[in-house]
C-alpha cells in the first residue's frame, strides 16, 4: 500500500544550527501535508501544514517545503533550540479520504546539543 | 490554550480484559478521532468519529474495537478481550473541521499495557 516515510531516522546538530528532516511520500493523490513533533511522554503537536498547490511555508523558525515532481517534504529549524529536540513526524492526507485520516511517516530523531 | 485531556494515563491489564480509554475533545471540535503507536513504530489512524457514528475506521480497527460519545464532552474507545499486541500508546484527537485546513488537537495518550 502506499506510505509515508522518512530519509533518515536520527539527527544530531549542534544548538544555533539549521536542521532539515526529510520526507518522502508514495501517494500522489495526498494534497495535505503536516508535520509534528512529539516530546517525550506526549502526544503529537501539530508544527507547520502546507497544501499540494504549494511548494513553501513559512512559520515561525519553520520552513516546510513541498516538491510534488518527486514526492518530498522537508522541514526546515532554523537557529535550532535544544528544546527543539524531538521526534519529527510528516503525515499525509486528503486526495479522496477523509482530512482526519492521516498517514504518519517513521519519525526522526532529532537531538540538539547544546 | 484549549487541550485535548486523556484518562488514564497509564493502564495495565491482563489479557483478556476489557478496557476502556477516555477522553475530552476540545469543547467546539465536532470531528473525534483514535490513533495509536505501538512502542518504536509510526502513530497508525484507528478512527474517525463524526455526528454520533463512524466515519472511517482502519482495517486495525476490528469488532475488538468499539467508540462512543456517552455524552457531550466524553468520547471513549473500548477494546474487548484485549491481546498482548494491544499494548500501545492510544492518542485520542478533535478537529473542528474536516477540511484542507484540518488541524488535529492530540491528547497526550493513554498507555495500555497488557500482560
Known amino acids: 500500500g502506499e506510505s509515508v516515510g522518512l530519509h533518515l531516522p536520527t539527527l544530531s546538530v549542534q544548538e544555533g544550527d539549521n536542521s532539515i528532516i526529510n520526507c518522502a511520500y508514495s501517494?500522489?493523490?495526498?494534497?495535505?501535508f503536516i508535520w509534528y513533533k512529539q516530546e517525550s511522554g506526549k502526544g503529537p503537536q501539530f508544527i507547520i501544514d502546507?497544501?499540494?498547490?504549494?511548494d513553501k511555508r513559512q512559520g515561525q523558525r519553520v520552513t516546510v517545503l513541498l516538491n510534488k515532481t518527486v514526492k518530498h517534504l522537508s522541514l526546515q529549524i532554523a537557529a535550532t533550540q535544544p528544546g527543539d529536540s524531538a521526534v519529527y513526524f510528516c503525515?499525509?492526507?486528503?486526495?479522496?479520504?477523509?482530512?482526519?485520516?492521516?498517514?504518519f511517516g517513521q519519525g526522526t530523531i532529532l537531538t540538539v546539543h547544546p | 490554550e484549549p487541550e485535548v485531556t486523556q484518562t488514564p494515563s497509564h493502564q495495565v491489564t491482563q489479557m483478556g480484559q476489557e478496557v476502556i480509554l477516555r477522553c475530552v475533545p476540545i469543547?467546539?471540535?465536532?470531528?473525534f478521532y483514535w490513533y495509536r503507536q505501538i512502542l518504536g513504530q509510526k502513530v497508525e489512524f484507528l478512527v474517525s468519529?463524526?455526528?454520533?457514528?463512524?466515519?472511517?475506521k482502519s482495517e486495525i480497527f476490528d469488532d475488538q474495537f468499539s467508540v462512543e460519545r456517552p455524552d457531550g464532552s466524553n468520547f471513549t474507545l473500548k477494546i474487548r478481550s484485549t491481546k498482548l499486541e494491544d499494548s500501545a500508546m492510544y492518542f485520542c484527537?478533535?478537529?473542528?473541521?474536516?477540511?484542507?485546513?484540518?488541524?488535529?488537537?492530540f491528547g497526550a495518550g493513554s498507555r495500555l499495557t497488557v500482560l
Open positions: 468519529f463524526y455526528n454520533n457514528e463512524i466515519s472511517e
Open positions: 502546507i497544501r499540494s498547490n504549494m
Open positions: 503525515a499525509e492526507t486528503g486526495g479522496g479520504t477523509s482530512y482526519g485520516k492521516l498517514t
Open positions: 501517494n500522489s493523490a495526498s494534497d495535505y
Open positions: 484527537a478533535s478537529s473542528q473541521e474536516d477540511s484542507g485546513a484540518n488541524v488535529l488537537t
Open positions: 469543547s467546539n471540535h465536532l470531528y
